[in-house]
């Protein structure tokens, strides 16, 4: 009976330790990012959008259709950049093109790649776990590049297309070595709000004039 109670007592003490120490771990985290332990950065080749914005009234009347996929079902990627699309308000209209009865131009061939999100970040869970337990002190850094690509037709002329493809980076830097990123002002401490649909309106911007070859 003794030995029953000492192994009940034992597991007993054990579960509050590993209580304690989750608990520590999420209040150190915690206090890491509060204190701006978080540097985030989002950046692009076809960024800032500034350069381009002088070119947005030649999309604003355009209703843009959207292929789904023919051969497969419709991907999570698709269906996010489709509403990232509408968000930036590039268009006048954006929709699937079976869901539309008319369309000036029409994206088709949509492909989407990026990093693995297990291979992104420098030490993995692992990392994360470390700067936790040296409170920030280990830092942990995130880096995932991402690839788009798509094609542009006129109902009018289907043959003639035209090619586009970006590339865009984010990286994520958890630990006190972000408080040396932040300063900065290609750094935040969260995301930034339309960060994509901004972009997306870049790289409609930079091709406007081969776009409107399309149309003509």
Same mark, same amino acid.
């Given at each position: 009976?003794?030995?029953?109670h000492?192994r009940? *007592?034992? *597991?007993?003490?054990?579960?509050?330790?590993?209580?304690?120490? +989750?608990?520590?771990? @999420?209040?150190?985290?915690?206090m890491?990012? &509060?204190? %701006?332990?978080?540097?985030?950065n989002f950046?692009?080749?076809?960024?800032?959008?500034?350069?381009?914005q +002088?070119?947005?009234?030649?999309?604003?009347?355009? /209703?843009?259709? &959207?292929?789904? =996929?023919?051969d497969k079902?419709?991907?999570?990627?698709?269906?996010?950049?489709?509403?990232?699309?509408?968000?930036?308000?590039?268009?006048?209209? &954006? +929709?699937?093109?079976d869901?539309?009865?008319?369309?000036?131009?029409?994206? #088709?061939?949509?492909?989407?790649?990026? #990093?693995?999100?297990?291979?992104a970040?420098?030490l993995g869970?692992?990392?994360?776990?470390?700067?936790?337990?040296? +409170?920030?002190?280990?830092?942990? @850094?995130c880096?995932? %590049?991402?690839e788009?690509?798509f094609?542009?037709?006129?109902?009018?002329?289907k043959?003639?297309?035209?090619?586009v493809?970006?590339?865009?980076? #984010?990286?994520n830097?958890? %630990?006190w /070595?972000?408080?040396?990123?932040?300063?900065?002002?290609?750094w #935040?401490?969260m =995301?930034r709000?339309?960060?994509?649909?901004n972009?997306?309106?870049?790289?409609?911007?930079?091709? /406007?004039?081969?776009?409107?070859?399309?149309?003509?």
């Amino acid at each position: 009976m003794r030995l029953i109670h000492r192994r009940q *007592t034992f *597991t007993t003490v054990f579960m509050r330790n590993v209580v304690k120490l +989750a608990l520590n771990s @999420v209040l150190i985290l915690s206090m890491c990012i &509060v204190y %701006g332990c978080v540097a985030y950065n989002f950046s692009s080749d076809f960024l800032p959008l500034e350069e381009n914005q +002088a070119r947005k009234a030649m999309f604003q009347s355009l /209703a843009l259709g &959207v292929e789904r =996929p023919p051969d497969k079902p419709e991907s999570y990627d698709l269906g996010k950049f489709l509403e990232n699309l509408k968000k930036s308000e590039v268009f006048r209209t &954006v +929709a699937y093109v079976d869901g539309v009865s008319t369309t000036d131009l029409v994206l #088709t061939s949509f492909f989407f790649r990026g #990093t693995n999100p297990y291979h992104a970040c420098m030490l993995g869970f692992e990392g994360q776990l470390l700067t936790i337990a040296t +409170a920030g002190l280990f830092p942990q @850094v995130c880096k995932a %590049g991402y690839e788009v690509s798509f094609a542009l037709y006129s109902p009018k002329h289907k043959q003639q297309r035209k090619a586009v493809s970006f590339r865009y980076q #984010t990286r994520n830097i958890l %630990g006190w /070595a972000a408080l040396f990123y932040l300063p900065s002002s290609d750094w #935040t401490v969260m =995301p930034r709000e339309n960060e994509y649909a901004n972009l997306l309106k870049a790289v409609f911007y930079r091709q /406007a004039d081969d776009i409107y070859q399309l149309l003509k």
